[in-house]
């Protein structure tokens, strides 16, 4: 019994083909079955008023943009929630002028003390001197991994979710 020749031309399209199908429908999948929820559930939070999806270097990117009213801390960390454990980065749409940081300048030490040793009270009783001493408003709320911090001054904003460092607790 002798077999028929392949003809690898025909084998080639044939791959080519199958292989483009795959990927549009996998590229058809993601878009019905994860970002369409997506940007539904973000998009009913108060105060979300725009949402991207991004793709880049292999990492998918969510840039959200809030109200210039919206309680940045609360809207964070319900966007943390739904995203939670996805490769999502999250880029909060702002417009920092100068002024606003060089405000989150000055307060790097505190925030960064904050997030080593968990004391956010002492953190709030800086920031509010030293915004008032500089005439910018704020927003701060902690949840167990992120300090939210909106600086406000005027029409810009600045806003920020820091990630708190995880202490262990085992024995050694």
Do not use: C
């Not at 406000?152 to 904003?157: K, M, Q, R, V, Y």
């Amino acid at each position: 019994m002798k077999l028929p020749k392949l003809n690898w031309i025909v084998v080639a399209v044939v791959l080519s083909l199958t292989a483009g199908l795959l990927y549009m429908g996998h590229q058809a999948w993601h878009l019905r079955v994860i970002q369409n929820p997506l940007r539904e559930k973000i998009g009913a939070i108060p105060g979300v008023l725009s949402l991207q999806l991004q793709s880049a270097q292999q990492k998918n990117v969510l840039v959200i943009n809030l109200n210039q009213d919206a309680e940045f801390p609360r809207v964070a960390s319900q966007v943390k929630n739904i995203v939670g454990q996805e490769p999502y980065e999250i880029v909060w749409g702002d417009n920092p002028n100068t002024h606003l940081l060089e405000v989150r300048k000055g307060l790097d030490l505190a925030l960064q003390e904050a997030r080593w040793r968990h004391q956010f009270l002492l953190l709030q009783e800086r920031m509010e001197e030293f915004t008032r001493a500089h005439a910018v408003e704020y927003q701060l709320g902690v949840d167990e991994e992120y300090i939210y911090v909106a600086l406000l001054d005027g029409t810009h904003i600045l806003r920020e979710a820091i990630p708190l460092i995880q202490v262990g607790g085992g024995a050694n």
